[in-house]
């Protein structure tokens, strides 16, 4: 190891620990100098170890952690000294404990807002800046930020309208739910978040960590719509106030008749909406810092809106504020067009009408016409706020729904009129839409969201994994506590029909909680309006940041121009398709309608949130280890049961369409999505219920009904570790159309010490070529002393358990006569020998690349030769074939052959009654093949192929064999000059000098000359072995046949002879397959593994 010590110049009147940028000069053991600068005024240098390691290492790339740096700054301090030189080669992929801890102390997380991944820093070339030590408590960080996220618009404009619409009873069940819901998912959520570092990206990241890339893309997008939805129902509630209660002479559409009322405030939220919407993203484009600012104003308004609440609701005890309400019999009125609660009055002893009496009857005169019920009853004025000790809780304790138009009435006497057919052009308050128990579930839910908000900030805290827990939980409880008493308290003090009078038109158009406000309903109205304002510039500065934060991550290709921005990192095009998917929620221009969908998507992002705790604490998986140990998967279940039940509860059609949005997004990530290894829960419980698979699953064969090509498919590669024959995999595709099992592998000859990179590049380059093909399966590369091994280790212990091959698919070693190797051929032919002793089918594939890719073939033919039975592989194999779109138009022909003493009528008809009850359709044609005399074609080829054989193996002689024959030549004559010179005094190194190299040349070539002449004169002597001739007169006969019949076929499905027991005719087994496959495009050799694979059974 070679040490290295710095020469640190220290001044006669400095310290050691000086400036050390007067010079530094390095020196390795042997006392090399690198550096000439230590001599400088007079300063003395002393030697300091340098704790740099050698960069040694095992040559494997290191998992990216946090807490475990890659780069060089950090290696300093990785050993000291010599007490850990056992180690230090491999210190730079397994780092000293100590400075694992350091690092581990001394990690801060990113904060909010900078990039979730480094890697993307890495990718886009961005210059990471030196992060601050975050400083936020939980107050500040987690528990303020949640309560102005929770409380907010709905609480201001609607809660009212839903207590006195369902009543106390049931408005109270409406909060508990929702409370409950958002309270166990907190708990899920602070379970998962507490289990390790959160990044930028919050429930996003959370999620999707735990359920993997398919679950989180699709669920982190319904989270994003649901923040941007919301973004749209803030703006709807900033613009309903503003155009409602602050300045209603605004409006830019006025109707002219009561009827188009509801129609011209809608056109007047769409065009100030949108004018706000603009604002608003032109705001969070210039600059998110000054939103983060007015963040604590926003804040601000809406604690000091819900301190008036209250300090107005205690009020009305002593001093109930005074808002008259105007009642024409039952019915309320709107207390727009008039002064006085009164039909006349009497002025200077003269009885008049007053305004009220001119929009009921046709004129001011006594005797006008007026409208039934108007002239039946009398008008009464009640007290809007009666306060809290009136008893008006028991009036308001339960439900009163309606259809839309219905008015609002108080339970008191009245005369009803006969014709009521112009009341609804009356000046009543009328409900505006239809209600009942679900909607207002819908519309309420909205006001529960943001409890995300903490996990969030999770950068920006000191301690998240105790901040998030507890500051979260707590405003949950806090906003639980504020919205149950808000019911009751409503309830107790207001009158039912102010309650359910929405837009507060029979208390002078005042906001309905306003009303209750202390010192001023201006209070609320200003504070509502803020919030509203600050609600919406928060939406739109975090959805465009979550979007960015799921483009990054590459699962969702399309979404990925979305992940790039400004050189700040500010999601650009992220916040301009927000806004446009805002807009649209603007369009819809009623609150009412905008709640219930982004409670669609909260809600299903809570319930993934429920599950993603469920699923981790079930599986125990052991990275589980949550710090906050207040949680149980019960509760987890519970929670996601609420979830889902709120889901339908509140729009039955809504729900169906965020799930239908949601799996949709779900398995086009699946399908098109980039690969991501998060170790999430879902791969948990695939391992899981694999493994359950597994060991239920036997080891025995499987029934034959139920067998079916588990194919181990053999692959060649070239010198680039590139597929040599890629439809190879086709075919595999084609074969099996996804189903079963499928393992692909390879053979590189070597040590795996010396070639694990080559392997893991093979493989890369196999699942490249696999998903090219859309092949699916497994591979394998494995790394083998020879081929040969290698292949018999792959059909060996290829699979798993039940999960096993049954058949080996390889291509025809084409080029096998060209090859300077015999072992290409003997490997093939082992390999046959091999799949044969494992009684597994063997699938052979001849000029495989001349084979279909995607291409579908036109109509044709698959032709069968079925001429021995093992298995019935070649029947199943063209059925299977004909399932993919590819071989689909093409037709079955099978062949059999007769032999002379054969009935081959009878034959036929045996075959076809076979192939009906094999549900097969083919054509049958017998064809006969009668014995015939040896050819002199045929004798000759055998002659040639023997010959052939015979001068290869002396061709071949190795080299070990040519040097021993030199040595025996070399022997021989030392002890023949040994026995003429016995009595000579002759030491063994004379007797080798004469032994000259002229002479040992001459020798050997005359000794070659003579075994070459022996040869050659054995060669033309030879005849051919007559078991030979007989294969061979087999091989073309039914090549000529086969030819005959099927040359134009598209495939021609052949049954493969096994190779000869006797080693010795291995190369003459070769030559009879290539003459028996002469002349045929696309040959598949099948050979049966030796049981039934196809039946007549049902």
């Not at 929405?502 to 109205?525: E, M, Y």
């Not at 025995?700 to 692959?715: E, G, I, M, S, Y």
């Not at 000529?1040 to 002879?1057: D, F, R, T, W």
């Not at 080693?1063 to 050979?1087: C, P, Q, S």
């Amino acid at each position: 190891m070679s040490e290295r010590f710095r020469v640190v110049p220290v001044a006669a009147h400095e310290s050691a620990f000086g400036d050390e940028t007067d010079g530094d000069t390095v020196f390795d053991a042997a006392g090399v100098c690198e550096g000439e600068r230590a001599e400088r005024r007079g300063s003395v240098p002393i030697l300091e170890y340098s704790r740099e390691p050698n960069k040694y290492g095992d040559g494997n790339p290191r998992e990216s952690s946090p807490f475990i740096h890659n780069t060089d700054d950090y290696k300093g301090t990785l050993y000291d000294g010599k007490n850990m030189a056992l180690f230090e080669e491999e210190m730079d992929s397994n780092p000293m404990v100590s400075s694992l801890l350091s690092k581990l102390a001394n990690y801060t997380n990113l904060t909010q807002g900078v990039r979730e991944h480094e890697e993307a820093d890495e990718d886009e070339g961005a210059k990471k800046k030196t992060v601050k030590s975050p400083q936020m408590g939980t107050f500040i960080g987690v528990y303020l930020p949640c309560l102005q996220n929770i409380l907010g618009v709905i609480l201001f404009l609607r809660m009212t309208w839903i207590v006195g619409t369902a009543g106390i009873l049931e408005s109270f069940i409406i909060v508990s739910m929702c409370c409950s819901c958002t309270m166990l998912t907190a708990i899920s959520m602070s379970a998962i978040a507490t289990n390790g570092v959160v990044p930028a990206g919050g429930s996003y990241y959370m999620i999707s960590r735990s359920l993997g890339p398919e679950f989180g893309g699709a669920v982190g997008l319904c989270f994003y719509l649901g923040t941007t939805f919301a973004g749209a129902m803030y703006i709807l509630g900033t613009i309903e106030i503003f155009l409602t209660y602050i300045v209603p002479s605004a409006a830019i559409f006025k109707a002219e008749e009561k009827a188009l009322e509801a129609e011209a405030m809608l056109n007047n939220m769409r065009v100030y909406g949108t004018c706000c919407l603009t604002l608003m993203a032109v705001v969070v484009f210039v600059g998110v810092k000054y939103v983060n600012k007015l963040a604590l104003v926003f804040l601000a308004c809406v604690v000091l809106s819900i301190l008036s609440i209250y300090a107005g609701v205690f009020k009305t005890i002593f001093e109930p504020p005074i808002f008259p309400v105007c009642l024409l019999g039952n019915r309320t009125l709107q207390n727009h067009g008039f002064d006085k609660c009164m039909k006349t009055e009497i002025i200077d002893n003269e009885t008049v009408t007053t305004r009220l009496w001119a929009l009921f009857c046709d004129g001011p005169e006594l005797n006008a016409s007026c409208n039934e019920y108007f002239s039946l009853n009398n008008v009464t004025v009640i007290q809007g706020i009666p306060g809290l000790t009136s008893g008006a809780i028991s009036e308001n304790m339960w439900g009163t729904y309606g259809p839309a138009g219905m008015m609002v009435e108080k339970d008191l006497p009245s005369v009803p009129a006969i014709d009521s057919s112009q009341d609804k052009d009356m000046p009543y308050v009328l409900n505006d839409i239809t209600t009942f128990f679900t909607l207002l579930v819908g519309i309420y839910f909205p006001s529960v969201t943001g409890i995300m908000a903490g996990s969030n900030r999770s950068g920006d805290l000191r301690d998240a994994q105790r901040s998030i827990p507890i500051g979260t939980i707590l405003a949950i409880a806090t906003t639980t506590i504020i919205y149950l008493s808000c019911v009751v308290l409503f309830g107790a003090s207001i009158d039912g029909v102010v309650l359910r009078d929405k837009f507060g038109d029979s208390v002078k158009g005042n906001l309905v909680i306003g009303t209750l406000s202390w010192p001023s309903p201006w209070v609320i109205v200003i504070g509502s309006f803020f919030s509203c304002c600050g609600a919406g510039l928060q939406s739109l500065t975090g959805a465009p940041r979550l979007l960015q934060a799921i483009a990054r991550d590459g699962i969702v290709p399309f979404l990925e121009v979305f992940g790039h921005g400004k050189a700040n990192g500010e999601p650009t095009w992220a916040l301009l398709l927000t806004a446009l998917i805002c807009e649209s929620g603007i369009l819809i221009a009623s609150l009412d309608a905008v709640a219930p969908i982004l409670s669609m998507f909260f809600l299903m992002c809570y319930l993934f949130v429920n599950l993603a705790c469920a699923l981790q604490t079930l599986l125990r998986t052991p990275n589980w280890r949550p710090r906050f140990k207040f949680y149980h998967w019960t509760l987890s279940f519970l929670g996601m049961s609420l979830c889902l039940a709120l889901m339908f509860i509140s729009s039955w059609y809504y729900a169906l369409v965020a799930m239908l949005i949601a799996g949709c997004i779900y398995k086009y990530i699946e399908y098109r999505g980039a690969e991501k290894e998060w170790g999430d829960g879902i791969r948990g419980v695939s391992l899981n219920a694999a493994r359950f698979a597994l060991i239920r699953l036997e080891e025995a064969p499987p029934h034959t009904k139920n067998w079916r090509p588990q194919l181990l498919v053999l692959l060649n590669l070239d010198t680039e570790l590139s597929v040599k024959h890629p439809r190879l995999l086709s075919f595999t595709t084609q074969l099996k159309a996804g189903k079963g099992l499928t393992i692909v592998a390879s053979v590189l000859e070597g040590t795996y010490l010396t070639k694990d990179t080559e392997a893991k590049q093979a493989e890369q380059n196999i699942k490249s070529a696999m998903s090219a093909e859309k092949t699916k399966g497994f591979c394998h590369v494995v790394v083998s002393s020879n081929q040969r091994d290698g292949i018999s280790h792959l059909i060996q212990s290829a699979g798993l358990g039940g999960m096993k091959h049954n058949s080996v698919l390889m291509a025809w070693p084409t080029n096998w006569r060209q090859s300077n190797d015999p072992q290409t051929w003997k490997n093939f032919i082992e390999t046959v020998r091999e799949t044969t002793a494992a009684h597994l089918a063997l699938l052979v594939a001849k000029n495989v690349d001349s084979f279909p890719h995607q291409e579908r073939l036109s109509e044709g033919t698959i032709d069968v030769w079925w001429i021995v039975h093992d298995g019935g592989m070649l029947m199943l194999l063209p059925f299977l074939l004909r399932q993919h779109k590819v071989w689909r138009k093409c037709k079955m022909r099978i062949f059999t052959v007769a032999q002379l003493d054969d009935n081959s009528i009878q034959m036929k008809k045996d075959l076809q009654m076979f192939l009906y009850h094999l549900r097969l359709n083919a054509e049958v044609e017998v064809v006969e093949m009668h014995d015939s005399d040896i050819s002199a074609f045929t004798y000759e080829k055998t002659l040639v192929m023997e010959q052939r054989s015979q001068m290869l193996k002396q061709m071949q002689l190795s080299r070990t064999e040519r040097e021993r024959e030199a040595q025996l030549i070399h022997d021989r004559n030392t002890a023949s000059h040994a026995a003429l010179n016995d009595k000579a005094d002759a030491a063994p190194e004379r007797v080798h000098m004469t032994w000259t190299k002229e002479k040992f040349f001459t020798e050997r070539n005359r000794n070659r000359e003579q075994n070459a002449t022996m040869a050659v004169r054995d060669l033309f002597n030879m005849k051919p072995n007559q078991s030979n001739v007989r294969c061979m007169h087999t091989a073309v006969k039914l090549n000529e046949v086969v030819v005959n019949k099927s040359q134009g076929a598209h495939l021609v499905l052949l049954n493969m002879p096994g190779p000869p027991k006797n080693r010795g005719g291995d190369e003459n087994y070769m030559e009879f397959m290539e003459v028996m496959m002469e002349g045929l495009n696309r040959v598949l050799l099948v050979r049966g593994g030796g049981r039934e694979v196809i039946t007549i059974y049902s």
